[in-house]
């Protein structure tokens, strides 16, 4: 079945460097894929929709400044943490779908980023 | 009114109990709708869809109340293998994008 990857799965880094995350589509075209956000013991939220082409769209409340996609081909979708500071420590992870049949949902292993 | 919204949990069941979570959505026009499940430090993944007529996998069966805007996911057996956190998940409009519950946390205990 279709597959979408996570990298890297977990991460640390100093405050005030940025972070790169990526997701891709193993096996199957994703024109739009999303980047949802979990900290510690509640729900995911959705950040942003991540368009193949052109410019995310980022839900309300999330710094699109701070938080840059990237979405430069239909399997590869990226996040950067700009300037990450500890608040931004939390599970990222990424969705994509195969737009076809019942456009079913799969969701990349997650990346954990640990801000110090 | 949140968008969707769970029983707070945690549940700590038996092994063999039955158990059932509820939850409800904001949206009335919200027209598909999902449980997924999520193990600790993993990603959620899809444990069922639910139709309006209510279906049922095996041990478990989802029911929609679209009047009371009202999802329930019932476990029968209980098994340890069912303990994780589950997730009621309503997407909003067609554009994939998925609004998640706060999830329910459910321990199996031997």
């Known amino acids: 079945g279709a597959v979408v990857s996570q990298h890297p799965s977990w991460v640390i880094c100093k405050s005030g460097t940025s972070v790169k995350i990526e997701c891709r589509s193993l096996?199957?075209?994703?024109?739009?894929m999303f980047w949802y956000r979990q900290f510690p013991k509640q729900s995911l939220m959705l950040m942003a929709t991540?368009?193949?082409?052109?410019?995310?769209?980022?839900e309300q409340g999330v710094e699109k400044d701070k938080f840059l996609i990237n979405h430069a081909s239909l399997t590869l979708s990226t996040l950067t943490v700009t300037s990450a500071h500890p608040e931004d420590s939390s599970f990222y992870i990424c969705?994509?779908?195969?737009?076809?049949?019942?456009?079913?949902?799969?969701f990349g292993e997650g990346s954990r980023l640990t801000v110090l | 009114r949140k968008e969707v919204e769970q029983d707070p949990g945690p549940f700590n069941v038996p092994e063999g109990a039955t158990v059932a979570f509820n939850c409800t959505y904001s949206?009335?026009?919200?027209?598909?709708f999902f449980w997924y499940r999520q193990d600790c430090r993993k990603e959620p993944k899809l444990l069922m869809s639910?139709?309006?007529s209510g279906n049922e996998d095996g041990r478990f069966t989802a029911q929609l109340n679209r009047a009371s805007q009202y999802i329930s996911l019932l476990i029968r057996d209980s098994k340890l293998s069912d303990s994780a956190t589950y997730l009621c998940?309503?997407?909003?409009?067609?554009?994939?994008?998925?609004?998640f519950g706060s999830g329910t946390q459910l321990t199996v205990l031997p």
């Open positions: 969705s994509a779908s195969s737009g076809s049949g019942t456009g079913e949902l799969f």
């Open positions: 096996d199957f075209q994703a024109t739009t």
């Open positions: 991540s368009n193949e082409g052109s410019k995310a769209t980022y």
């Open positions: 949206n009335s026009a919200s027209q598909s």
């Open positions: 639910v139709y309006s």
């Open positions: 998940v309503v997407p909003r409009g067609s554009a994939r994008q998925l609004t």
